[in-house]
């Protein structure tokens, strides 16, 4: 075993100066995978490396313990991701609501159950290691935090442009509508049925027309 | 450790005859709490047997593997407690739809954060167990899915007694509002913060509403 390693570091690279980042991002990334297909806790350092073409003295050189690995997950890879994938499209669309709707679809109802069984990334780490460490519990606190103010925002900006009624709490909304999103892939991956998105978006949209000025623009 | 383990069984039971039923209730309740406090993967039988009056022989005559434990526990504890606390206390109600934010109000609402951290035993399960294990998987799917029929037959009721609306998918609605009760307790337990329940409260109040004849009945 310790051969095997030894013989794989031969081939391996050691990155330095400016390759540091793109070491950094490859390593998160790979953690990323192993984490969405296992759990954090079920994962090796071992694994993790075996799919980086680094070696294990580069990635402790970063990340010095597997807890570091996992912060660095939820910060640099997990929030951010938020933002690309269910914040900035919303602010293509002029109603936010739309929005909304149309990422719902495209992330979740035109994804593989394949990969939709395997749960939302910051949910299950959530689930996992929220409530075993408070270090985790803090980072994914603020990531989730994140997505409500940044969601909240997003409704502000329908009330301003007249697309969001102007006496519902943005906050309450946004607060429920972050809940749902994690709620559609907690129930899927539960069920394991597609089906069930379709029931789930009729009664989500049903509950967006409610905060729209205009119910029928989201039919 | 062997030594302990066999003074301690010295003062235990074995259960016999009509025993039979009660012991497996106390170890299916005492596998209940130390699951809901660590995880499945993460108990051992040796705790749940220091939980109860038995010995490790009489939990393995019933259970032979803790797998069978599991099972046993999403069938026999969690099946029926969604009905004893989600779906009896509705059925008071001559409005269904009050019902439902009355045992939100109660369960979750004025629950201790100590325990609410904890999250939902069902959602827990279905987040650690439903990837990794078909057998859990099946259970896990039949109890939501109970969950989900039960609620249906509920806002059904809702529908005859006038206070439901008769154009809504009472099962799209049913389907939302268990996804809903899941999105609370994950929400809860992962901002770990009790003023969120209001916000979700309102907001799910607020698409009740609009599947209620009489909005003015749920404020």
Redesign the interface.
């Known amino acids: 075993m310790a051969k095997k390693t030894s013989s794989q570091s031969q081939t391996k690279v050691e990155p330095r100066g400016r390759n540091l980042e793109e070491t950094r991002r490859t390593i998160l990334q790979a953690t990323f995978f192993e984490v969405l297909s296992s ?1 954090f806790q079920g994962i090796s350092i071992d694994a993790i490396v075996a799919k980086t073409p680094y070696t294990k003295g580069a990635l402790f050189h970063q990340f010095p313990t597997k807890l570091d690995l996992g912060y660095a997950l939820v910060e640099e890879v997990i929030a951010p991701s938020i933002i690309t994938r269910w914040i900035d499209p919303i602010r293509v669309f002029q109603n936010p609501l739309e929005g909304i709707l149309h990422q719902l679809q495209i992330l979740i109802g035109n994804e593989d159950l394949e990969i939709l ?3 939302c990334p910051l ?2 780490l ?3 290691m ?2 075993v460490d408070s270090g985790f ?1 803090k980072r ?2 603020a990531a ?2 994140l997505w409500i103010e940044q969601m909240d925002g997003e409704l502000q900006r329908g009330q301003m442009m007249g697309f969001v009624k102007k006496d ?2 943005t ?3 946004a ?2 509508i ?3 999103h ?3 892939y ?2 899927i ?5 597609k089906r ?1 998105f ?3 978006y ?3 949209r ?2 967006l ?2 905060l729209a000025t205009d119910p029928s623009s989201l039919s």
Do not use: C, W
Not at 189 to 193: A, C, E, M
């Open positions: 759990s069984k395997l749960g949910n299950n959530v689930q996992e929220s409530p519990h994914l606190a989730l935090d519902i709490s906050r309450d909304a607060t429920f972050v809940m749902a994690e709620g559609f907690g129930t991956k539960g069920l394991r049925d069930v379709d029931s789930l009729g009664a989500l049903s509950y027309q409610n």
